[in-house]
C-alpha cells in the first residue's frame, strides 16, 4: 500500500534559524511529489512539484529535494511568516495520498 | 484571478439530515477533487471527476455522493450526516489527472450537531 510519512510532526524554530522537513514515501509508479502549504483553516496552497529522483526547487527560503525514498524541505533563515502546516503529497498510478503534515511555528 | 470558490465557508447541519457543498472554479480545469480532512490530519480523498468521468476511492462511504453538472462546478452531498463526518471539506482542481498540481479552495467547515 501506498504510503506518506512526514516528521517531525511538529518544529519549533527560532527567527534565522535553518532547519529540514522530511517527507518518506512507499508508492510504485512515483508521477509527481507535491508539496503544499496550509494556514489554520485554509486550504492547502501549491508550492513545489517534484518528478524524479536529484530534482531541486527553490522558492524564497524553500527548498525541496527529492531521492527515491523520500523528500526534504529546507526552510533558510525562516520568518514568523513561515509559520504554517507544510504537507507532502504522492501522486502514484491509481491515487494521490497526503501526509498528515509537519505544523511548523518560528518564533520571534 | 482564476481560483477555486466553496460556498458556504461554515455549514452546520442536524445528524440525519442532508446537507450539500458546492465548489466552482474560474481555472478551466478537467479534473476536480473532494477531500475530507480532520483536525491535525492529512486530507483524504473521497472522489474526484476528470471530466465527467466520476472516479469513487475504494473507501469512501456510500453516505457521500458527488454531482458535477458542467466543467465549472461540482457538489458534495452528505446524504445522512452523522457526528463522525464534520470535518474541513477541501475542493481541489489540476489541469489533468496525474502528475499536476491541485489548487485548493478555501474548504467548507462542517459541523454536526
Known amino acids: 500500500e501506498d504510503q506518506v510519512t512526514q516528521s517531525p510532526e511538529a518544529l519549533r524554530l527560532q527567527e534565522g534559524e535553518s532547519s529540514s522537513l522530511n517527507c518518506s514515501y512507499t508508492?510504485?509508479?512515483?508521477?509527481?511529489l507535491f508539496w503544499y502549504r496550509q494556514d489554520p483553516g485554509k486550504g492547502p496552497e501549491f508550492l513545489f512539484t517534484?518528478?524524479?529522483a536529484g530534482e531541486e526547487k527553490e522558492k524564497e527560503r524553500l527548498k525541496a529535494t527529492l531521492t527515491k525514498k523520500e523528500s526534504f524541505l529546507h526552510i533558510t533563515a525562516p520568518k514568523p511568516e513561515d509559520s504554517a502546516t507544510y504537507l507532502c503529497?504522492?501522486?502514484?498510478?491509481?491515487?494521490?495520498?497526503f501526509g498528515a503534515g509537519t505544523r511548523l511555528t518560528v518564533k520571534p | 484571478d482564476a481560483m477555486v470558490i466553496q460556498n458556504p465557508r461554515y455549514q452546520v447541519t442536524q445528524f440525519g439530515k442532508p446537507v450539500t457543498l458546492s465548489c466552482s472554479q474560474t481555472?478551466?480545469?478537467?479534473?476536480m477533487y473532494w477531500y475530507q480532512q480532520k483536525s491535525s490530519q492529512a486530507p483524504k480523498l473521497l472522489f474526484h471527476?476528470?471530466?465527467?468521468?466520476?472516479?469513487n476511492e475504494a473507501d469512501t462511504p456510500d453516505n457521500f455522493q458527488s454531482r458535477r453538472p458542467n466543467t465549472s462546478f461540482c457538489f458534495l452531498d452528505i446524504r445522512s450526516p452523522g457526528l463522525g463526518d464534520a470535518a474541513m471539506y477541501l475542493c481541489?482542481?489540476?489541469?489533468?489527472?496525474?502528475?499536476?498540481?491541485?489548487?485548493f479552495g478555501p474548504g467548507t467547515r462542517l459541523t454536526v450537531t
Open positions: 481541489a482542481t489540476s489541469r489533468e489527472d496525474r502528475g499536476y498540481e491541485q489548487y
Open positions: 508508492v510504485s509508479g512515483l508521477r509527481g
Open positions: 517534484l518528478y524524479s
Open positions: 503529497a504522492v501522486q502514484a498510478p491509481r491515487d494521490m495520498r
Open positions: 481555472l478551466n480545469h478537467n479534473v
Open positions: 471527476y476528470y471530466d465527467k468521468d466520476f472516479n
